[in-house]
């Protein structure tokens, strides 16, 4: 999937730029920059910039024109430092990142576009992007560093790919139970609630409908249900063991 995404480079003034984004983008997994015209490069501030990332570099793709980076892509998103988009669509940062994300997933070629240094992107080239994207920032200094813009931007892909992997649901969690599973999960902790005397035979309503609230809120999944029923027995068998022995009265 992160094959799918590109990082396009326009007229990119200081190489060193360039290769603080080509870090930015390998520790978020990206590896696909293209450089349209940069002024130097390859250079040795690139290369002493991108640090452990210069694999990037040496597999950057050098482009004469826009069309050329862009060639086969089927959304092409433009970062904007400012937020003047009126005709085209304006996302900020972690929407814009998980539709990339969700077309990459598709097998789609994807493209993000960051403008120059000094000028950012032409209205022409603003005009090739479908979406435009602005990184929330400080009303009166909202303009990122191109690399940081960079890190922003590919940090939200890394993270909408780590959110479909969710790694709640593989631990069991997010739902799924069926309410009969709820309703017995609950009759069991009403029944340990009052083993261990924390409420008494009547129970308590109050307490009960905010306990359910948290359990609602917590999306838990079978394996939690069974885990959480597992210790409620535990703490049930220690409770009647030392009733038995005496230890407590009742
Ligand atoms: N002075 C330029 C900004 C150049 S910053 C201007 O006012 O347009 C270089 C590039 O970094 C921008 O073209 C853009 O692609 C990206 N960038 C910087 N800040 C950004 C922000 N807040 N949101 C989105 N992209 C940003």
Not at 15 to 27: D, E, L, Q
Not at 105 to 120: K, N, P, T, Y
Not at 203 to 224: H, I, P
Request: aromatic share 6%; proline share 2%.
């Amino acid at each position: 999937m992160f094959d799918k995404i590109r990082i396009v480079l326009i007229a990119t003034s200081h190489p060193g730029n360039i290769g603080a984004a080509a870090r930015a983008m390998k520790n978020m997994c990206l590896s696909r920059l293209y450089l349209v015209e940069p002024k130097c490069f390859p250079h040795a501030d690139a290369s002493s910039r991108a640090s452990g990332a210069s694999d990037v570099l040496d597999q950057a793709i050098v482009c004469s024109s826009l069309d050329e980076a862009l060639q086969d892509c089927s959304l092409v998103v433009g970062a904007s430092a400012r937020s003047r988009s009126l005709e085209w669509p304006l996302l900020n940062a972690r929407d814009s990142a998980e539709k990339l994300y969700q077309h990459a997933r598709q097998g789609e070629d994807v493209a993000i576009l960051f403008g120059r240094e000094r000028s950012g992107l032409t209205n022409l080239e603003l005009d090739k992007c479908q979406i435009h994207v602005h990184i929330d920032a400080n009303e009166q200094y909202s303009s990122l560093n191109i690399a940081a813009a960079v890190q922003v931007l590919t940090y939200e892909i890394h993270q909408a790919c780590l959110a479909q992997q969710s790694p709640i649901e593989e631990a069991g969690g997010r739902g799924g139970v069926s309410h009969q599973v709820m309703e017995d999960f609950y009759a069991h902790l009403d029944q340990l609630l009052q083993d261990i005397d924390f409420i008494d035979e009547r129970g308590s309503e109050k307490l009960f409908r905010r306990l359910r609230r948290l359990f609602n809120r917590a999306e838990l999944g079978n394996d939690e249900v069974n885990m959480l029923r597992g210790i409620f027995s535990a703490a049930q068998g220690r409770k009647s063991m030392r009733r038995q022995e005496g230890r407590i009265e009742k």
